[in-house]
């Protein structure tokens, strides 16, 4: 058995406001749950309701830039800056912006739905 493994299939998570999700490793892609990692796609005027995740949240910006509202404060990431947000942090994402922004997800345990509690389910 191979000690390491290249991911050439992600699984790519079905959406239906234009996001591309394809995550390389976690729950949906290999069983992992205590991490996944997501290349992402957000298209321009993309967002999402605000959340309150149990899972601590890393994001990478390598092209454009993502919105987040983190406690009430407007927080503007562009390409080549990082966030941490800790699990149970009331948060909102969106681009609001007129070109896609395309960066990298990290959570820890694994992204799941039932660990999201998004505010309009």
Known sequence: MKSYKIQNDPFVVPTNDGKVIKEHFGLAS????EISIAHMIAPAGWSEPFQTPKFDEYTFIIQGKKQFIIDGEIIILEAGQSIKINKNTRVQY???YTEPCI???ICRPAFSMELVNREDQ
């Open 103 to 105: 960066y990298l997800a």
């Open 94 to 96: 969106s681009n609001p």
């Open 30 to 33: 290999d069983g992992n749950p």
